[in-house]
């Protein structure tokens, strides 16, 4: 099952990656942008909210690099490790956060 939840997620990642970001709603009537890619996670913040990702480069938006992200919520990185590969899915909000919104073991 986990493999076809993997697989139904890279499906619609692809699309988005190659495609460069989509937008989406906010729920303050404002709009933010999408963006997927994987990385390898290097290390997980004590409180367990924030995750420093080595990524690929996410073309025309941003080069390959090590950054943090905010988990949305708990529940989107359970399970997760540092030294997982993951493919995962963030917002940019317009604070300047990036925020992941879906997150899979690769």
Known sequence: MTTVRFLVLLALALPVCACG??????ADGTTVQVHATE???ESI???G???HIAHEEIPGYML??????EASSAAVIKGLKA???VVFEF????DGRRV?????KK
């Open 21 to 26: 970001p989509s937008t989406k709603p906010a």
């Open 39 to 41: 990385g390898t996670i």
């Open 45 to 47: 913040s004590p409180n």
């Open 49 to 51: 909210r924030v995750l």
């Open 64 to 69: 390959a690099m090590t950054m943090p992200f």
């Open 83 to 85: 030294g997982d590969r």
């Open 91 to 94: 917002e940019e909000r317009e």
């Open 100 to 104: 992941i919104v879906r997150c899979t």
